[in-house]
């Protein structure tokens, strides 16, 4: 890193320790002079006017999902993004060391994740950006994401490239390799979509979200409602078992298209009443009695003749 700690940045953030590499330079923990508060500051590399315009986009954000950006400065004819410290490792870093998440597990994630890019998306950002080196897994448990970027407007993004990233992040993390090579969807017809082998009920969402063309793609609403779902503990399906294709998922809830009953997950309707010599039989009718009922006149047999043989022996005395 091009700093050292102790150095005091535009007068007021003191660097502490390197806490590694964010998403969009080195990052810092710092301590904030002025507020005597402690804050992660992030060494910006690229265009200066790009990089304060996007940090302070990403301040309008209000999210508990979305790492806080406090201050953006100049020094050292650098930027500086000043940000709530998380105490934490990436998404990045947890796979790196403890290998692809469950599915369950994942479809949380994702649940926390999109909720809050919705947020920026209603605040007119898109992220841009997403990925793995760019989510934090809080020791506390929370999730956060950082790094917004601003593009220029010519190169505005839509919302649902967001979403695209978002099934990109969650196919990596179920299943430990991306999805497609590049960070960006690919153009054209694709060949071969990619194979689900740890997915289980998540495959259908990912399907749904790593569609090629925007308009295909699972809506906000949809894909949240089905990560939801899983997060939840929704229908599992053991690795290679059959799943659920993006345009047939039951609602939450509902009946599943892959059990009897076929994709549309109707049960067999019944069939029509037994029919006797004098029409339609009442329900019950024509069915073997039940154990108790047998048992109960067995014993009914059994008391008449304990009182005929009693009856037999006082009439011969």
């Known amino acids: 890193m091009s700093q050292e700690p102790g150095r005091v940045v535009a007068g007021r953030y003191r660097l502490l320790d390197p806490l590694g590499?964010?998403?969009?330079?080195?990052?810092?923990?710092?301590?904030?002079?002025?507020?005597?508060?402690?804050?992660?500051?992030?060494e910006v590399s690229g265009p200066a006017a790009r990089a304060e315009a996007a940090a302070l986009a990403a301040a309008r954000?209000?999210?508990?999902?979305?790492?806080?950006?406090?201050?953006?400065?100049?020094?050292?004819?650098?930027?500086?993004?000043?940000?709530?410290?998380?105490?934490?490792?990436?998404?990045?870093?947890v796979l790196a060391a403890d290998g692809p998440l469950t599915p369950r597990r994942a479809a949380d994630l994702g649940d926390r994740l999109l909720d809050a890019l919705r947020a920026a998306h209603a605040a007119g950002l898109v992220h841009g950006e997403l990925a793995p080196d760019g989510v934090l897994l809080g020791n506390d448990g929370g999730?956060?994401?950082?790094?917004?970027?601003?593009?220029?407007?010519?190169d505005a993004e839509d919302p649902a490239s967001d979403l695209w990233a978002?099934?990109?992040?969650?196919?990596?993390?179920?299943?430990?390799?991306?999805?497609f090579p590049g960070d960006a969807p690919p153009s054209g017809p694709v060949a071969q979509p990619p194979a689900f082998r740890r997915a289980g009920p998540l495959a259908p969402v990912l399907a749904g979200?790593?569609?090629?063309?925007?308009?295909?793609?699972?809506?906000?609403?949809?894909?949240?409602?089905?990560?939801?779902?899983?997060?939840?503990?929704?229908?599992?399906?053991?690795?290679?078992g059959p799943v659920r294709t993006a345009g047939a998922v039951a609602p939450a809830g509902g009946p599943d298209p892959a059990e009897p009953g076929g994709a549309t997950g109707r049960a067999p309707a019944p069939g029509p009443a037994a029919q006797g010599p004098e029409g339609p039989q009442a329900p019950g009718a024509g069915r073997r009695p039940s154990r108790p009922a047998l048992?109960?006149?067995?014993?009914l047999v059994l008391l008449v003749a304990l009182a005929a043989l009693a009856w037999l022996l006082l009439a011969n005395r």
């Open 295 to 299: 048992t109960a006149a067995a014993a």
């Open 143 to 154: 999730v956060k994401v950082g790094g917004f970027r601003l593009p220029p407007p010519a």
């Open 209 to 240: 979200l790593l569609r090629t063309e925007p308009a295909e793609r699972l809506t906000a609403e949809e894909a949240a409602r089905l990560l939801h779902e899983v997060a939840a503990g929704g229908p599992e399906r053991a690795p290679g």
């Open 166 to 179: 978002l099934g990109a992040l969650l196919y990596t993390a179920v299943e430990g390799v991306p999805p």
């Open 21 to 42: 590499q964010g998403a969009r330079g080195p990052l810092w923990r710092a301590r904030d002079e002025e507020r005597g508060r402690e804050v992660a500051v992030e």
């Open 61 to 93: 954000i209000v999210h508990p999902g979305v790492v806080a950006v406090h201050d953006v400065v100049a020094d050292g004819g650098r930027h500086w993004v000043v940000t709530e410290p998380v105490r934490g490792l990436t998404l990045a870093e």
